[in-house]
């Protein structure tokens, strides 16, 4: 199975200050068909997860602007130009070019 | 607007059986894969078992093969999982999940399997 590796695993930020999330695969997430299936998920307190990012840097509908996500072959990083008080949440980076699909740890953001 | 909603969790005991199913609406049930992602409380999701648009391919992670079925009614917008043998490290939220790259996200049903 792809590990997914994540740092930090948590984060405080000020509000309105950047924050900045990394995650490395153990294997190349380049898929046969040429696509980088490298999504980010938000897990906010209590709620379902939700995509944000798909296929490295791609943000989903409705996701704000200030997401941002880059990377490639196996190093990847999601940026969060200010964070907001609504961005208290898990981030969890996951692959899906190779099955079983897998997700990283997990980097809990909290405000200081 | 996309939904996705479960039903059938509960508590079982192990050993035992229960059947997830989720009402899809809101896209094209037809033209995507659909996925069950499990997440045990406090711990990392996990991808638990996806099924092609039309059903003919399915895969599953090593843990839970040769007990749970994932199936779908193209006819009726539904997705199923058929889970069996239940046992205590299967205990999680289960969710409904649009595509094979989890686009979107039902709400969860909790299946809780303990004696």
Same mark, same amino acid.
């Given at each position: ?7 930090? &695993?948590?984060? @405080? ?7 900045? $999330?990394?995650? =490395?695969?153990? !294997? /190349? &997430?380049?898929? @046969? ?7 980010? $998920?938000?897990? =906010?307190?209590? !709620? /379902? ?18 997401? /941002? ?44 | ?115």
């Amino acid at each position: 199975d792809v590990v997914m590796t994540q740092s930090p &695993l948590s984060l @405080s930020v000020t509000l309105g200050q950047p924050a900045s $999330i990394s995650c =490395r695969s153990n !294997q /190349s &997430l380049i898929h @046969s068909y040429g696509g980088t299936y490298l999504n980010w $998920i938000q897990q =906010r307190p209590g !709620q /379902s997860p939700r995509r944000l990012i798909y296929q490295i840097f791609n943000r989903d509908s409705g996701v704000p602007d200030r997401f /941002s996500g880059s990377g490639s072959g196996t190093d990847f990083t999601l940026k969060i130009s200010r964070v907001e008080a609504e961005d208290v949440a898990v981030y969890y980076c996951m692959q899906a070019t190779h099955w079983p699909l897998t997700f990283g740890q997990g980097t809990r953001v909290e405000i200081k | 607007e996309v939904q996705l909603l479960e039903s059938g969790g509960g508590l079982v005991q192990p050993g035992g059986s229960m059947r997830l199913s989720c009402a899809a609406s809101g896209f094209t049930f037809t033209d995507l894969p659909m996925s069950w992602v499990r997440q045990a409380p406090g711990k990392v999701p996990e991808c638990v078992s996806t099924i092609s648009r039309s059903g003919d391919k399915t895969d599953y992670i090593d843990s839970v093969k040769g007990r749970f079925t994932i199936s779908r009614d193209n006819s009726k917008n539904t997705l199923s999982l058929q889970m069996n043998s239940l046992r205590a490290e299967d205990t999680a939220v289960y969710y409904c999940v649009k595509g094979g790259h989890l686009d979107n996200w039902g709400q969860g049903t909790l299946v809780t399997v303990s004696s």
